[in-house]
């Protein structure tokens, strides 16, 4: 699919654009029906204009979605802190120079900051500003508050996480909801620190997975906030 090759060489520049350049980056194949030559090679292309930036390149054999994904990088990471940017979306230059300066100023927090919203070709539709809480009890209440009404002020692309963060609060293997239930499992052990910036662009499409399971996040909430519930026992 040359679009999402499109969007993942778009993916890549905005990562390779950033003003700040301590950083490794790693990239998983989840059985894109993409010729993994294609993506490899441009992984490469696009990592070798960034001085001194380690990558790391692999290709799960078959589909193990989102959470099994995220969950592999986690264990492949080197660096202190972490973060995830899906294919299709896209770092303002801005974005880990600002997110590193806060982990400074709130160690061994997780930080969260806004995003715009934008269509497949790229542009802009909306400004989507996050919440901020100044207590953790605040926070918590109103992440479950609005898991409930099935939607959630946080994204994921948006987290820059510690690492250590997820040996108390473990990346689930969920392949669609895992971005909620892992929000009401860190809570438990880690303060959310909101950064006002509008950091990440979010692509919304047809081939997005949330557009394609619109019918099902209802029931597939209810289970998410079931299971999260069982560790708040």
Same mark, same amino acid.
């Given at each position: ?5 499109q969007?993942?060489?778009? #993916? ?5 654009n950033?003003?700040?350049?301590? &950083?490794?980056?790693?990239l998983?194949?989840d059985?894109?029906p993409? =010729?993994?030559?294609?993506? =490899?090679?441009?992984?490469?292309f696009? #990592?070798k204009?960034m001085?001194?930036?380690?990558g ?7 589909? *193990?979605?989102?959470g099994?994904?995220?969950?592999? +990088?986690?264990?492949?990471a080197?660096?202190?802190? +972490? #973060? &995830? *940017?899906?294919?299709d979306?896209l770092?303002? /230059?801005?974005? %880990?120079?600002i ?5 400074k100023?709130? /160690?061994? #927090? ?5 995003y715009?919203n934008i ?10 500003k996050a919440?901020?809480?100044r &207590? !953790? ?6 992440l479950w508050?609005?898991a ?12 820059? +996480?510690?690492?250590?963060? $997820?040996?108390?609060?473990p990346?689930n293997t969920?392949? &669609?909801g895992?971005?909620l239930?892992w929000? %009401?499992?860190?809570?438990?052990f880690?303060? $959310?620190v909101?950064?006002d910036a509008?950091?990440?662009?979010y ?11 619109l019918?099902?996040i /209802?029931e597939n909430n209810?289970?998410?906030?079931? %299971?999260?519930?069982?560790?708040? !026992?």
């Open positions: 699919d040359e679009k999402n090759l969007f993942l060489k778009e #993916c890549l520049e905005s990562i390779k950033q003003t700040f350049s301590d &950083f490794e980056i790693i998983i194949n059985a894109s993409v =010729e993994n030559k294609k993506i =490899e090679d441009l992984f490469w696009i #990592c204009q001085k001194d930036i380690k790391s390149y692999s290709s799960n054999e078959q589909n *193990l979605g989102i099994e994904t995220r969950k592999k +990088i986690t264990e492949l080197k660096g202190e802190w +972490i #973060c &995830f *940017l899906s294919h979306d770092y303002e /230059p801005g974005f %880990l120079e997110m590193v300066k806060k982990t100023e709130n /160690p061994g #927090c997780i930080l969260y900051s806004n715009i269509s497949g070709n790229g542009q802009p539709i909306s400004q989507y919440n901020e809480y &207590f !953790k009890e605040d926070f918590i209440i109103a508050k609005v409930e009404k099935n939607d959630t002020f946080l994204n994921f692309n948006t987290l820059m +996480i510690p690492l250590k963060a $997820f040996v108390n609060a990346m969920l392949k &669609f895992e971005d239930l929000y %009401l499992q860190a809570a438990r880690y303060n $959310f909101y950064v509008y950091l990440v662009k692509r919304r499409h047809d081939g997005m997975e949330t557009v394609r399971q019918a099902n /209802p209810r289970k998410i906030i079931e %299971l999260a519930k069982k560790g708040y !026992k």
